[in-house]
Nanobody, 121 residues
Framework: VQLQASGGGLVQAGGSLRLSCAASGRTFSNYAMGWFRQAPGKERELVATISWNGGGRTTYADSVKGRFTISRDNAKNTMYLQMNSLKPEDTAVYYC??????????????WGQGTLVTVSS
C-alpha cells in the first residue's frame, strides 16, 4: 500500500490542524493505520493508532490524549489526525503508517513520506 500524508503547516500554539493520509494500492480497510512523529534531536514517537475495518479501537500517546483524534474513512481510503490545542512540543515531522493487521505493530510495514507540523509559541 502507498501512503501520502498531507495537511502539515505552521500554526500558533492553541491552534488546530488536521492531517490526512491517503492510501492506494490495496484494500484500505484491511490495514490498521497510525501516526508517528519525530522532532529534531528526538526519538520517533507513536502518536495514535486505529484498528482495521471499522476502526473501532484507537490508541493515543499520553502526550496527546484529549487533544488529538484519529479517524478513518474507508470509503475515501483516507485516515485523519485532528490536532487541537497544539503546543510547541508538538512540532515534528508526522508520518502515517500502515500494517496489514488488526492493529499497528511496533515497526509498521508501510510508511508515508511525512508532513511537517510547526507550532509557534
Amino acid at each position: 500500500v502507498q501512503l501520502q500524508a498531507s495537511g502539515g503547516g505552521l500554526v500558533q500554539a492553541g491552534g488546530s490542524l488536521r492531517l490526512s493520509c491517503a492510501a492506494s494500492g490495496r484494500t484500505f480497510s484491511n490495514y490498521a493505520m497510525g501516526w508517528f512523529r519525530q522532532a529534531p534531536g528526538k526519538e520517533r514517537e507513536l502518536v495514535a493508532t486505529i484498528s482495521w475495518n471499522g476502526g473501532g479501537r484507537t490508541t493515543y500517546a499520553d502526550s496527546v490524549k484529549g487533544r488529538f483524534t484519529i479517524s478513518r474513512d474507508n470509503a475515501k481510503n483516507t485516515m485523519y489526525l485532528q490536532m487541537n490545542s497544539l503546543k510547541p512540543e508538538d512540532t515534528a515531522v508526522y508520518y502515517c503508517v500502515a500494517d496489514a493487521a488488526r492493529v499497528v505493530t511496533r515497526i509498521p510495514a508501510y510508511w508515508g513520506q511525512g508532513t511537517l507540523v510547526t507550532v509557534s509559541s
